[in-house]
């Protein structure tokens, strides 16, 4: 049997079918993440939910609200395989999965926390190599899903690449990505690759300790969908900082919906 060589990061998303029943109701983009030793898998509020998080109104053409996510996981084994696991999102008490503490739908990110069946092995994006780096506006970064619900080998993402279209260092929770992505995206992991030379303090006028030579991966944020109603409009993406992640687990709100 021919040796399959990927990227670290292909392994990680997840392709996942939001839904009620057995009833599908939308597709969307997801990957495990880890944080206290407990595992959780991260989307998006809208996917979870089923709804649009400004007016709350269901999404899906059915207008059903899903109530557990289909996920094309990693086996627990050498070969790269998987298999379709489902995933409840509610419980007696009713969604359990975690939404922000301070601006819940407004941030449009969902945390759940799970537990695998030993067949399945989870490939938690937090622990895979990352380097510290400085994004800015400019900076080239890369999108990890499934548009329109196409999936590589292996049920492997396909990577679409994106600029960064506005200011990311700033207080905002959320920058914009300049690139035409598509639905099924909603959910990715949002990757800073950087090969050649790093300069961490452009300012500078000779190398310092934080500079290198070589490569560079940095989990930057959560991919949530397109600004306008249209394909062709302005092609902007939302993208949802990485720390807002913790921010959610630690505090350990529940969705309301």
């Known amino acids: 049997m021919a040796v399959i060589q990927t990227d670290p990061f292909s392994q990680a998303p997840i392709f996942i079918k939001m839904r009620f029943g057995e009833t599908e109701l939308a597709v969307g983009t997801a990957f495990f993440y880890k944080r206290g030793g407990a595992l959780y898998l991260v989307s998006n509020w809208h996917n979870y939910s089923g709804r649009n998080p400004t007016t709350k109104e269901p999404m899906s053409a059915h207008a059903g609200v899903p109530d557990n996510v289909l996920c094309y996981a990693c086996l627990n084994q050498a070969t790269i395989s998987r298999e379709w696991l489902p995933i409840t999102l509610n419980d007696d008490s009713g969604p359990k999965w975690l939404t922000h503490p301070v601006h819940g739908s407004e941030v449009d990110i969902g945390v759940l926390p799970v537990q695998l069946p030993d067949r399945f092995r989870a490939v938690v994006l937090n622990e895979l190599p990352s380097t ?8 080239d970064v ?3 899903g499934y548009p329109l619900g196409i999936l590589d080998t292996h049920g492997m993402p396909i990577w679409k690449r994106a600029s960064v279209a506005t200011e990311p260092g700033t207080s905002n929770p959320k920058f914009l990505l300049d690139t035409a992505t598509r639905s099924g995206m909603s959910g990715s992991p949002v990757i800073l690759r950087y090969r050649g030379f790093y300069k961490h303090d ?3 006028v000779v190398p ?3 500079d290198w030579f070589g490569e560079g991966d940095m989990f ?4 949530s969908g397109r600004l306008g109603r249209s394909e062709v409009e302005a092609q902007l993406g939302i993208v949802w900082k990485a720390h807002l992640i913790d921010e959610i687990i630690d505090a350990g709100v529940r969705a309301e919906i």
């Open 132 to 139: 510290p780096m400085r994004i800015g506006v400019s900076h």
């Open 208 to 210: 310092s300790d934080e």
């Open 220 to 223: 930057v944020g959560v991919y």
């Open 202 to 204: 452009l300012s500078a």
């Open 142 to 144: 890369f999108v990890l």
